[in-house]
């Protein structure tokens, strides 16, 4: 009844006013229902000054990258494309590796259009395929003079069970493995190519990850969440031991946290057996806080755009800022072990 008796009165004196508007009924009904409007103004503004919260760091600079050649993995949907588009806009040559064709070459046009730059190509790249890898290396080599920046931004997360080509668990195949040889094989012309960038897209879901040394594979048993943690430190375990490795030639590699992103990269999910009709009570508190795929793409930009970006290496990005990632003990080890199984398992391995 007391709901009925403050709502009722608020939307007969609204439905008056819109009916038969003017600014003396207009101050009429806002000093009648001052304390509701505002409580509505207050509640607006909270939930605008979450919203930017949580959307987090902005990259505004205009800075140009004419004559600068971008690779990125996965540039055909989400925080890629964004990303694309982005660098495109800024008059770099990008070059998308998607697994799929037609939405690969789809994007390609899309971002020409958008951008107004034709210099955006497509070849097919399937992270779970080594030799897919090693093809999309040949082309890329073959046909590109310089390689100033290489984004490994393509990614799986919380899939079902599932097998790379070679029989590698498939998240610590495609988020890991196939980004390590690719940036491996492109290594010396993006070193020629100096000053440069490798950017490695991880996850806070890092924090949660150690490498399981002892079944790589989670053949004992498979945990998707644990999975995704594992290939998501992966990453940045592998920024870490690269940056190491170049320190002096003039290539910096960072890895980065784009933010709770709404993306289809959690589609799989409902078929790993996590039950998405279970969240749906938290929609508009899950749109609140997560960001949009451009706002997502946002870190990525700033790691490969930024002069201060530019600056650093071996380092860990969110929101547009350096952030401090969760290492596991003796993490130098951990890294240099990560470095000499993933070469193991990708081929790279001389004796």
């Not at 008059?91 to 034709?118: F, Y």
Request: glycine share 8%; charged share 25%; aromatic share 8%.
């Amino acid at each position: 009844m007391v709901q009925q008796e403050i709502n009722m009165p608020f939307y007969s004196d609204l439905t008056e006013l819109i009916s038969d508007f003017s600014f003396d009924n207009l101050k009429s009904f806002c000093e009648n229902h001052y304390i509701l409007l505002s409580g509505l103004l207050s509640t607006a503004v909270g939930l605008k000054l979450l919203r930017t919260y949580f959307v987090g760091g902005v990259f505004r600079s205009k800075a140009r990258l004419d004559g600068k050649t971008v690779v990125i993995t996965g540039g055909n949907t989400g925080i890629g494309f964004e990303t694309a588009l982005d660098l495109a806009k800024r008059g770099a040559r990008v070059v998308l590796g998607c697994r799929d064709v037609t939405r690969g070459e789809e994007a390609a046009k899309k971002i020409r259009r958008a951008s107004g730059n034709g210099n955006i190509i497509f070849r097919r790249l399937d992270l779970a395929s080594l030799e897919s890898v090693r093809q999309f290396a040949r082309e890329t080599l073959a046909a590109e003079k310089d390689i100033h920046i290489l984004l490994n931004n393509a990614g799986i997360m919380m899939c079902p069970n599932w097998k790379s080509v070679e029989g590698y668990e498939m998240q610590f195949a495609t988020n890991h493995l196939g980004h390590f040889l690719l940036t491996n094989l492109l290594l010396e012309k993006i070193k020629k190519s100096a000053p440069s960038r490798i950017i490695n897209v991880s996850s806070r879901a890092h924090i949660r990850g150690q490498i399981n040394f002892d079944d790589i594979n989670f053949q004992k048993e498979y945990h998707p969440r644990l999975a995704y943690s594992q290939s998501k430190l992966a990453n940045v375990l592998f920024t870490r031991e690269l940056s190491r490795r170049l320190e002096g030639t003039g290539v910096t590699v960072n890895a980065l946290h784009p933010g709770m992103v709404n993306t289809e990269l959690a589609r799989h999910m409902s078929e790993a057996g996590y039950h998405m009709w279970a969240l749906y009570p938290l929609y508009p508190l899950l749109m609140l806080v997560s960001k949009t795929p451009e706002q997502g793409a946002q870190t990525s930009i700033y790691a490969a755009v930024s002069e201060e970006a530019g600056k650093v290496t071996g380092k860990y990005f969110s929101d547009c800022a350096l952030k401090d990632p969760v290492l596991p003990e003796n993490s130098e080890e951990v890294e240099r072990r990560l470095w000499d199984l993933s070469e193991e398992m990708v081929g790279l391995k001389t004796h």
